[in-house]
């Protein structure tokens, strides 16, 4: 799906991957997808391009996602929903892994922290990042609230921020590994950039 628009902003392709057994036979609607596309939407001001994916809890089906989105489709971002817990069919981290040629922890360890703010048993999530050559992909919570909670972070009855969410970091991230500048809608979620970093407003 693409966002038409004749900004100056850079472009984005964003790939969005839900992984689900029941979701991608029929069972019942996908949820992921929907939830990531909404976030993403309100969060950047790019206009972006959604390379979509629905696909089974099976380690082949999904490296092969990953690597096709990173690869051929030339996404900057790839955002993964399901498949992260401790279950026997829960192998998204393994796929994210075996595709990865670095691994960023610091985002693993970050939505644990946000999710320990509500359940212990956050600590049984096994979420991943990596960078694939100039792409950034993060596992995601299954559920809708977790994962707008683990993007976005944690606000105060007053608006301010309790608990950083893990999107404040990613425009910078991508800017380091070449790339588009994305820019944030900062009332919804402030990216954090070193004033170094920073460039003028189109």
């Not at 946000?114 to 919570?141: M, W």
């Amino acid at each position: 799906m693409t966002e038409a628009s004749n900004s100056p902003l850079d472009p984005v392709r964003i790939g969005i991957v839900s992984v689900s057994d029941r979701a991608s036979s029929g069972v019942y609607e996908d949820k992921g997808l929907p939830a990531l596309q909404d976030w993403l939407t309100q969060a950047l001001q790019n206009p972006i391009q959604f390379v979509p994916r629905l696909i089974p809890d099976e380690i082949d089906r999904i490296s092969a996602a990953l690597t096709e989105l990173c690869d051929d489709e030339n996404c900057a971002l790839v955002l993964t929903t399901g498949g992260t817990g401790p279950a026997l069919r829960d192998v998204t981290p393994e796929a994210t892994l075996a595709v990865g040629h670095k691994e960023m922890p610091g985002f693993g360890e970050q939505m644990r922290q946000i999710s320990l703010k509500f359940v212990p048993t956050a600590i049984l999530s096994r979420q991943v990042a990596v960078i694939r050559g100039q792409t950034l992909i993060i596992n995601l919570p299954g559920q809708p609230k977790s994962i707008q909670e683990t993007l976005g972070g944690l606000k105060g009855a007053d608006g301010s921020p309790v608990v950083p969410g893990i999107f404040a970091a990613v425009p910078y991230c991508i800017d380091l590994i070449g790339g588009p500048y994305l820019e944030t809608r900062n009332d919804f979620c402030a990216a954090f950039r070193p004033k170094s970093a920073l460039r003028p407003p189109k």
